[in-house]
């Protein structure tokens, strides 16, 4: 008997499920605009909170068509400051509408605007659009969100026993404190942002938090809560697993956002994984997933590549 045939009488073993380690909700296209409106909000408010004088130094701007947003800015090349933030989200986006937008980041000299597709994005064929015209498929972020159920109330991420008490704080910025978190983004950054950053503390709906290490800030989130309770977290640093290594300081701070944000009675939390992971497990989703979010799905991120940029 044939080596081959002996093999084929060894039991098969079935191949491995591997478990996510974060839960995942297959949402509707209701509840992703819900997400998707939370960060365009934001993104408004930030743009509306933009002392005059620097956002004509930096030829910054936030426009519309309807629903559509796009962001503008002539001298800061960051992903943020010059994408299309909802295209096919409301409804949906012809190649009419495409061409002029990308007519309008050129005119501007911007050699790499940024296009976000998601699952539910219409037309679904907006990414062929995309690639006809050059631009590819750089990546995505994670979509995950909560609502308003509150957490435990002993803390999720206790500080290490060993570690003296005052050595790790997360506390709220205020006016006194904002030039040092404002500091602290740019340089992780490298923006010159910081009179923009200044002008959202204690602006109506932005919550701003350091956590800090010996005194010295090691890791920082904001929190936008928007008329409609919907909650947006972003501007933080250093990004887990893009800046730093760590996770945990970043979950500190994402437990202090979540149970201020309930309390100030936002319903919808929306934020971002921004180092997927292609199995979904590791220390963000499991940290997420502790804080109650679900994953709704990937968004995909679109833009030219530098060497073909023009």
Known sequence: MSTAALSELEPVA????HVPEIAIEEVSREISRAIEHAEVAAWLDLYEAAPKDFAARHGLSI???????????????????NCVKNIGVDSPVSEAQLDALLAHYRDAGIRRPWFYTNPHTEPSRLRCWLEARGLQHQGGWERIFRDATPLAAEPLFPADPLIPVDDLGVEEVTPGTASDWASFIDGKYRLPTTPWLTALVGRKGWHHYMLKRKGAVAAVRSLFIGPDG???SGIDAPVPGIMAPSFDLDAMLGERLVRDGIAAGAKLFVADIEAP?????GP???????????LAYLRNHYAYLPAYSS
């Not at 992971?277 to 497990?281: A, N």
């Not at 963000?284 to 979010?293: Q, W």
């Open 14 to 17: 079935p191949p491995q499920t």
């Open 63 to 81: 426009s519309r068509d309807g629903d559509l947003v796009w962001t503008t800015c002539t001298t800061i090349p960051f992903i943020h400051f």
């Open 230 to 232: 919907a909650a947006w």
């Open 277 to 281: 992971l292609p199995d979904r497990d």
């Open 284 to 294: 963000a989703y499991r940290n997420y997933d502790r804080l109650g979010f679900k």
